[in-house]
T-cell receptor, first 111, second 113 residues
């Protein structure tokens, strides 16, 4: 089955700096890679996703890159703001498959 | 639209007790799933359903039962609660299984003493 590893487990950044979270996956058949943000006391919410036919995707301050050869993908947050403080999860699945989540990254943005 | 709703928000059980966690969605999604979230372990899939009358096991199904009699509802039953089932439980739904956006409910925090 799929195995997703996520690093780092915690990330502290100064407001305005960039944050990068990295994930690796094991199943070469995986073709869908979403990122979820979880605020305290709430359920995870999708912030961006990428499919295997695309190498990079951007949405305002958030971007995701995918390297299929190396089986890794990353989340980049630029110009971080206090409201970016949350737990971020990466995940991977194949078509109609089960999502496998990483262990999560606690991001703290300090003013 | 209410999205995905879960009840109760909090529950304390004694070892050996049984209970049902409720989940409902109003988005007409065929795919529904249950996850548990434990510190440092991300979200682990317990059971899922690809449509009414069809369920299957996920990564950690032992000690849990599910059924799917309608598109809207997907209850999770704990048959005989154990302290190892202390966790936060999330229900999710999507229109296209694991390869599409999952809409998560607000979660149920369960403590088993």
């Amino acid at each position: 089955g799929e195995n997703v590893e996520q690093h780092p487990s915690t990330l502290s950044v100064q407001e305005g700096d960039s944050a990068v979270i990295k994930c690796t996956y094991s199943d070469s058949a995986s073709n869908y890679f979403p990122w979820y943000k979880q605020e305290l006391g709430k359920g995870p919410q999708l912030i961006i996703d990428i499919r295997s036919n695309v190498g990079e995707k951007k949405d305002q301050r958030i971007a995701v890159t995918l390297n299929k050869t190396a089986k890794h993908f990353s989340l980049h947050i630029t110009e971080t703001q206090p409201e970016d403080s949350a737990v971020y999860f990466c995940a991977a699945s194949n078509s109609w498959g089960k999502l496998q989540f990483g262990a999560g990254t606690q991001v703290v943005v300090t003013p | 639209n209410a999205g995905v709703t879960q009840t109760p928000k909090f529950q304390v059980l004694k070892t050996g007790q049984s209970m049902t966690l409720q989940c409902a969605q109003d988005m007409n999604h065929e795919y529904m799933s249950w996850y548990r979230q434990d510190p440092g372990m991300g979200l682990r899939l317990i059971h899922y359903s690809v449509g009414a009358g069809i369920t299957d096991q996920g990564e950690v199904p032992n000690g849990y039962n599910v059924s799917r009699s309608t598109t809207e509802d997907f209850p999770l039953r704990l048959l005989s609660a154990a302290p190892s089932q202390t966790s936060v439980y999330f229900c999710a739904s999507s229109s296209a299984g694991g390869s599409d956006e999952q809409y998560f409910g607000p979660g149920t925090r369960l403590t088993v003493t």
